[in-house]
């Protein structure tokens, strides 16, 4: 597959390179798909704990969504 990338995106993926944050272009892209495919999967998680809970009736707790929370967000760390 190819795809064009946006000049601003481009820009910004190798501004990272050359600051010495990733070690190509590839891979701030490859960082950047990752992200966003673990945080689309941790929001989902999170949807479903509250519609879960509403549909027993309760609620979530802010102390139970907060674990939540964090437990997706840690997953979000990519080396």
Do not use: C, N, Y
């Not at 910004?12 to 798909?33: K, T």
């Not at 945080?39 to 802010?62: H, K, M, N, P, Q």
């Amino acid at each position: 597959m190819s795809i064009q990338i946006d000049p601003k995106w481009e820009l910004i993926a190798e501004e990272l390179v050359d600051a010495g944050r990733f070690p190509d272009v590839q891979a701030v892209f490859d960082a950047a798909f990752l992200t966003l495919h673990r945080t689309t999967i941790g929001e989902t998680d999170l949807r479903s704990l509250v519609r879960e809970a509403e549909a027993a009736g309760g609620f979530v707790s802010a102390a139970d969504l907060l674990a939540e929370s964090k437990t997706w967000l840690e997953d979000l760390d990519v080396e």
